[in-house]
């Protein structure tokens, strides 16, 4: 495990459930609104070894409820799926995971142990590479997006509504495919771009005229 950082307490990250949040390093997309471009390198500096983190946790029983693993990209790591497996079944945790899906085979192994996952689409999929910068990586995305409606996980499905790269047709024709899958509410993030540790910039969310066609097909959530 490549940990880039250790958020040690968090109300926000798993619904309901005070948690921590490990920060993966590394990451096969290059998205451009990322807010931890930093993390997006597979070396760099480790805030936090493998072994202080779980003296970590193991000070924290009966204070956290839960463990989220956040990035940079958690699937890249190779020894994601036993990591959270000791901790979930050793320590009692429950475990978060927030993910694009970018890599298939490594998100079906972790849907066995995880509890409740946040799912990024960026766009319809076939267009990923505008956000993306990385060719073809819509097609890991819909093959895991379909793994996760058809398991028994829980999760929640969140777009970054970055208003250079997503057209409104975009934001249609994904609001369909999404409650043509079951799924019952969508999150829409406000875009905030970080500019070298200057102003943060925010983009433009969505119009009330597209909210509103898009409430007509999805429940959706603007959330800033």
């Known amino acids: ?15 309901g459930k005070v948690s921590c949040i490990v920060f993966c390093r590394g990451c096969l997309l290059k998205c451009h609104y990322c807010h931890n471009k930093n993390l997006q390198n597979f070396s760099g500096l480790e805030e936090i070894t493998e072994d202080e983190l779980m003296n970590f946790l193991a000070n924290r029983k009966g204070l956290l409820d839960a463990v989220v693993f956040s990035g940079g990209e958690p699937l890249c790591q190779q020894d994601l799926y036993h990591f959270m497996f000791h901790m979930k079944h050793s320590n009692g945790f429950l475990i978060g995971l927030h993910t694009s899906g970018c890599i298939y085979e490594q998100f079906l192994k972790v849907l066995d142990v995880v509890d409740w996952i946040g799912f990024d689409i960026k766009t319809e999929f076939e267009d990923y590479e505008k956000i993306t910068q990385v060719p073809n990586s819509g097609d890991q995305a819909l093959k ?45 993030q406000e875009c905030i771009l970080r500019n070298n540790g200057k102003t943060n910039e925010k983009l433009s969310l969505p119009n009330k005229n597209l909210i509103t066609k898009l409430n007509k097909i999805i429940n959706i959530e603007i959330r800033k």
């Open 1 to 15: 495990m490549k940990i880039g950082g250790l958020q040690k307490f968090s109300i926000l990250d798993y619904p």
């Open 144 to 188: 895991s997006f379909l793994a996760l409606v058809g398991s028994k996980a829980n999760f929640e499905v969140r777009t970054t509504y970055d208003p250079r790269f997503i057209t409104d047709n975009n934001m249609i024709n994904v609001a369909k495919f999404l409650a043509n899958n079951n799924v019952e509410r969508w999150i829409i």
